[in-house]
């Protein structure tokens, strides 16, 4: 009974948490919606969530091409398929690694530092203090910080995809010894506009789920600077299983749409 009792509460107190993302995704696209947008701080947003996660994602997806190709090429040498290696690597970073491991990235990174920053703001009464100066404090902290993510995130998982497209070639042709014409070739070959649109949904549904999760537990956190450090915990960990969990129901729905292949 006890069990019971523990589910169903757990599964209530999950219908309220995906209730409360659900409002403020919603009053923050009707704050868009009637232009209440701050360009200052948009363009602050998007240096710090853009540019400034460049680097991470860079190595993340350099890396992660680097050791799938040296992986596929170690179980393809015994096939005589090396060149299928370039086709392989470069549809598995557009279609999924790339996309979520930025994703996942980024939600470390940037919405950490969001739910630390709206948090701080929530047990200091700062958020309180713009009520009362009649600040909406969805359209002053949220807006800005949703547009920069949305603008931000489909850039950043085409860099990570990229780049990892990058490091798988040079070591597939200039380490492992692959023939570069046919690694390019095929490459190119499999390769359509289609993985990179695909590439653009996913990072486009996953700053959708980045910037609202950060967004709701930095507005909820409380009990002073603990609750600050358990809602950045929660975002970290809430971001990563809805990017996950999420994936694999785009992935079932664009591969209906864009068939590889």
């Not at 589910?7 to 403020?24: E, I, K």
């Not at 363009?43 to 400034?52: H, L, P």
């Not at 002053?140 to 993510?149: E, G, K, T, W």
Request: charge should be neutral; hydrophobic fraction near 55%.
């Amino acid at each position: 009974m006890a069990v019971v009792e523990f589910t169903v509460r757990l599964f209530v107190q999950f219908l309220a948490f995906l209730g409360q993302v659900a409002a403020l995704a919603g009053e923050t696209l009707l704050s868009i919606g009637a232009g209440r947008i701050r360009l200052r701080l948009v363009i602050q947003q998007i240096a710090e969530i853009g540019f400034r996660s460049q680097l991470v994602v860079i190595v993340t997806g350099g890396f992660t091409g680097a050791v799938f190709t040296a992986q596929a090429f170690f179980q393809f040498d015994v096939l005589n398929m090396e060149t299928a290696v370039g086709p392989v690597v470069a549809l598995s970073m557009f279609r999924e690694l790339g996309p979520v491991l930025a994703g996942v990235m980024v939600a470390g990174r940037v919405g950490a530092a969001m739910t630390a920053e709206i948090g701080t703001m929530k047990v200091t009464q700062q958020i309180d203090a713009l009520r009362a100066l009649a600040v909406n404090p969805v359209d002053y902290l949220v807006v800005p910080r949703a547009l920069a993510m949305f603008i931000s995130m489909p850039f950043l998982v085409v860099e990570c995809a990229g780049f990892g497209i990058l490091a798988s070639y040079y070591v597939g042709v200039e380490v492992l010894g692959i023939q570069g014409a046919y690694f390019f070739a095929n490459t190119q070959k499999f390769s359509e506009s289609s993985d990179i649109i695909m590439t653009l949904v996913k990072g486009f549904f996953f700053a959708g789920i980045v910037v609202f999760i950060s967004c709701r537990e930095g507005l909820e956190a409380k009990n002073g600077a603990v609750g600050v450090g358990r809602a950045t915990t929660a975002t970290v960990v809430n971001c990563s299983l809805a990017i996950l969990i999420v994936n694999f129901f785009l992935t079932m729905a664009l591969n209906i749409v864009f068939p590889a292949g």
